[in-house]
């Protein structure tokens, strides 16, 4: 199967957010209050995920050196193509 297509469609749970990302639960949430980090996805009545692609371009994008404001940009674009993948 297409990587590209696994990790687009793919949908991880916090722990594993948390290990990837290598911060803690409570940074986490501020990063999404910050719009630093992507929304989760409700999956049930108490379970939600989060895109893994989502998740790899907030990686790259830090590793790279973009600033605060360029990352709150990218979270921003990457909430609004969800509404267009139906």
């Not at 409700?42 to 371009?57: D, F, M, Q, V």
């Amino acid at each position: 199967m297409d990587t590209h297509f696994e990790s687009r469609f793919r949908l991880i749970r916090l722990k594993e957010v948390l290990n990837i990302t290598a911060i803690s639960s409570s940074s986490h949430y501020l990063a999404i209050t910050n719009g630093l980090m992507v929304k989760p996805i409700p999956l049930g009545a108490k379970s939600s995920a989060y895109p893994l692609h989502e998740i790899e371009s907030i990686i790259a994008a830090k590793i790279s050196g973009r600033s605060n404001n360029e990352i709150k940009e990218l979270v921003s674009n990457l909430m609004e193509q969800r509404k267009s993948l139906s």
